[in-house]
């Protein structure tokens, strides 16, 4: 965070800096939402009721067995993630966590994608890669745009994003460890990051 917007965070009401919890449990609930047959409709996430057989009861039991599944539906509905009531049917709305709302910002889910951006850089220079080796590092920008192009770039970029995230979290999925491990060879952190350059916003 550039020392001009964190100025404005600490020193206005509004913007003043509340950390969100991190929740990696709620993660893995949205994850299993999109990816596990029991609880997707095609390639969607299922509508589920709140109880009974496949549904966000069962969903987040076998998601994160330590999570109380009314906890998990309050704080999701509270981040605008799920819609819906427990009377009736839960839609998933946005697979992704927020790393802000309302008036919080969720300062170690913040940190961690700077370090993973950070670390990229680092990994790649230390060791100057082959061509094809190392961590993946593309950027596509043009320096003469048009900035009456700025909004729809964004909505474009957003939407094709999004499904690349999304594919990548369902191979991840597929592929992570049942039960997880701890010696050498147990779980370790893999994914992908996306971020735009727009430089009409200040």
Not at 12 to 22: D, E, I, M, N, S
Not at 83 to 99: A, D, E
Not at 163 to 177: F, G, N, P, S, V
Not at 188 to 194: D, L, Q
């Amino acid at each position: 965070m550039c020392r001009r917007y964190a100025r404005k965070y600490a020193t206005t009401r509004q913007f003043a800096l509340k950390t969100l919890p991190y929740r990696s449990s709620l993660e893995h609930v949205i994850s299993r939402w999109i990816t596990d047959a029991a609880f997707t409709r095609g390639s969607s996430p299922a509508p589920l009721k709140f109880t009974g057989k496949h549904s966000f009861t069962s969903l987040v039991r076998s998601a994160a067995p330590k999570l109380k599944a009314s906890e998990a539906l309050l704080e999701l509905q509270r981040h605008k993630l799920v819609t819906g009531r427990r009377n009736g049917r839960l839609r998933l709305i946005c697979p992704f966590f927020p790393v802000r709302g309302n008036r919080a910002i969720d300062l170690e889910l913040f940190t961690k994608m700077t370090v993973d951006f950070l670390r990229t850089h680092e990994v790649n220079f230390l060791t100057n890669p082959p061509r094809g080796k190392g961590l993946f590092q593309r950027v596509a920008h043009r320096s003469i745009s048009n900035p009456k192009v700025a909004l729809e770039f964004n909505h474009y970029a957003r939407a094709q994003g999004q499904q690349l995230l999304e594919a990548i979290d369902d191979w991840l999925a597929r592929r992570q460890l049942k039960p997880p491990r701890t010696d050498s060879t147990g779980p370790r952190r893999i994914g992908m990051g996306i971020y735009l350059i727009n430089e009409t916003l200040r």
